[in-house]
């Protein structure tokens, strides 16, 4: 019998020694795993940190006025349903709604729709402070890529967007390995 009736393993060892030494091992197991690169950490996995853009597409946002986006000012963003924060707006192109029909002709002729004067469609740039990773930008634990959600939020207005664009800032991206430095003796 493995376990005999006063719960001793095979006689000799408490069960619940036994357990206690399995679970102190394998803790062991796991932090010496951890230790030699085997597994990694999520603090292993970031690469640096810096800034990014993101340029975020608002599709026929319906305003009296047009100029609702203004940059050098900051707005708030909701990236996925999670509330981001405030962010600077770098740059903004703005551009009514056309629409497009045939002339005469066989030429296409395309104009500002007449029939949806307050239509607008916006293509924003916004600058963030993001970690780097092997799977992309995180900003304040949320993921950035092309194709989320996002919704921008400022004293008048709330509206839905899509990330169309991310980049890492050329200039101030900052790797968080410090630079090897050689020395000549």
């Not at 102190?24 to 690469?47: D, E, F, H, N």
């Not at 629409?99 to 924003?124: I, R």
């Not at 990773?133 to 899509?162: A, C, F, S, W």
Request: hydrophobic share 35%.
């Amino acid at each position: 019998m493995i376990i005999d009736p006063s719960g001793k393993l095979f006689g000799k060892i408490n069960i619940i020694d036994f357990g206690g030494m399995a679970l102190a091992l394998l803790v062991t197991l796991g932090i010496m795993a951890v230790q030699s690169g085997m597994y990694k950490t999520s603090g292993q996995v970031i690469k640096g940190e810096g800034d990014i853009h993101y340029t975020i597409y608002i599709r026929n946002l319906k305003t009296m006025q047009p100029e609702l986006f203004t940059p050098g000012k900051k707005l708030s963003i909701t990236i996925r349903n999670q509330p981001r924060g405030e962010v600077l707006i770098e740059s903004v192109k703005q551009t009514p709604r056309h629409t497009s029909y045939m002339l005469p002709s066989g030429t296409l002729k395309t104009v500002e729709d007449p029939a949806d004067p307050f239509g607008n469609d916006y293509l924003v740039t916004l600058k963030d402070h993001a970690l780097f990773t092997n799977d992309g930008y995180v900003t304040e634990g949320i993921k950035v890529k092309i194709g989320l959600n996002i919704e921008v939020e400022g004293k008048n207005y709330r509206v839905p967007g899509m990330i169309v664009g991310v980049e890492e800032s050329k200039t101030e991206s900052k790797s968080e390995a410090p630079a090897s430095k050689t020395t000549k003796h």
